[in-house]
């Protein structure tokens, strides 16, 4: 609350309003706004400290390329990281921006800004042979049938559905019987249906028929040992037991199933907007950063799809 004492009120109010419209009209999710508002609300701290005056509207107009290199020289020597710089430079623009197309507001110095180049840190899928094998002794890790066919369910619709963990852990138990497709709604409330397999299905009935725990409608699908809904702690702890046990990487974790869903799905032929679809991205970039494709199959795509003489 500090920080926003420091900037006009006018500015206060744009944030609030800013923060509304990326809620109601792009469905932005609460720990996107959050994080967005942190970022906003950290950067019209400094300005104002680096202005040495109240921060409005018409002050923010003035900055100059020197004051937003300012900013990210100060946000560097207090050890964020360039990814995590990058990220808020591109709330600052998003908010600038909107602000520019709402109120004819000047914002070319803050959309000029060139954010800190860095490394994506792809992710790393597992192969078709280790995925199996995750799936295959996920349920050696418990001594009790029910909570073994509950993890191996969960893992199934990880990697066969693409689910991540929160989907999957949100189910409730509207969805038994379960047939060929479910409907999941994802980051930012957006719905998407995903066709399940029946590997999948099978699992989840297995789970089902050894539960010893009412499933009532509306309640979670998925249940702790004390009844409650499955703590996603668990399910990535039986992950953990299961790559020691069949010598995987760290990277093996819960949501790397998610990453091979997609990857095998290319690699096999699969179309990536399709993919993108099943995944629910907002955007194809992101797809594609989930996707380990070489250039070889990239190659072998292009070569097949291309209208050559």
Same mark, same amino acid.
């Given at each position: ?18 923060? =509304? ?25 400094? #300005?104002? $400290?680096? +202005?040495? $005056? ?5 002050? /923010? ?13 100060? =946000? ?6 360039? &990814?995590? /710089? %990058? ?21 070319? %110095? ?28 996920? $349920? ?16 199934? @619709?990880?990697?066969?559905?693409? @689910?991540?963990?929160?989907?999957? @852990? ?34 989840? &009935? ?12 509306? %309640? ?12 996603? &702690?668990?399910?990535?702890?039986? #992950? $953990?037991?299961?790559?020691? +046990? ?9 949501? %790397? ?14 179309? /990536?907007?399709?993919?993108? =679809? ?8 992101t797809t594609q950063a989930y996707t380990a494709v070489d250039t070889a199959?990239? #190659? ?7 209208? &050559?003489?």
């Amino acid at each position: 609350m500090a920080e926003l004492i420091r900037i006009s009120q006018g500015l206060a109010d744009a944030l609030a309003r800013w923060l =509304e419209h990326l809620r109601a009209i792009d469905g932005a999710a609460g720990a996107t706004l959050t994080a967005y508002q942190r970022d906003v609300q950290g950067f019209l701290a400094f #300005m104002t $400290e680096h +202005q040495g $005056e109240s921060l409005g509207e018409a002050a /923010l107009a003035r900055l100059r390329v020197t004051d937003m290199r300012a900013w990210m020289a100060h =946000e560097r020597a207090r050890g964020v990281s360039a &990814r995590s /710089l %990058a990220r808020a430079l591109s709330a600052v623009k998003n908010f600038a921006g909107w602000m520019a197309e709402r109120d004819g507001f000047d914002a070319t %110095a803050i959309l000029a800004a060139r954010a800190p180049k860095y490394r994506r840190r792809l992710p790393r899928p597992l192969s078709e042979d280790a995925a199996k094998a995750v799936i295959g002794t996920v $349920e050696l890790q418990s001594d009790e049938p029910w909570i073994a066919a509950r993890d191996t369910a969960v893992i199934t @619709l990880l990697y066969g559905c693409g @689910l991540r963990i929160s989907e999957a @852990l949100g189910l409730t138990a509207d969805v038994l019987p379960m047939g060929d497709s479910l409907r999941i709604r994802g980051k930012g409330g957006k719905e998407r249906m995903v066709p399940v397999l029946p590997a999948a299905r099978e699992a989840v &009935r297995a789970y089902v028929d050894l539960c010893p725990i009412q499933l009532a409608p509306g %309640a979670p699908l998925f249940r702790g040992k004390r009844g409650g809904a499955l703590n996603p &702690r668990l399910i990535a702890k039986a #992950m $953990e037991r299961t790559r020691m +046990q069949l010598g995987l990487p760290a990277s093996a974790t819960p949501h %790397a199933l998610r990453h091979s869903f997609a990857t095998h799905l290319l690699s096999a032929g699969g179309d /990536l907007r399709a993919i993108q =679809e099943l995944l629910g991205h907002a955007s194809l970039a992101t797809t594609q950063a989930y996707t380990a494709v070489d250039t070889a199959r990239l #190659m072998e795509v292009y070569q097949s799809a291309h209208p &050559r003489a």
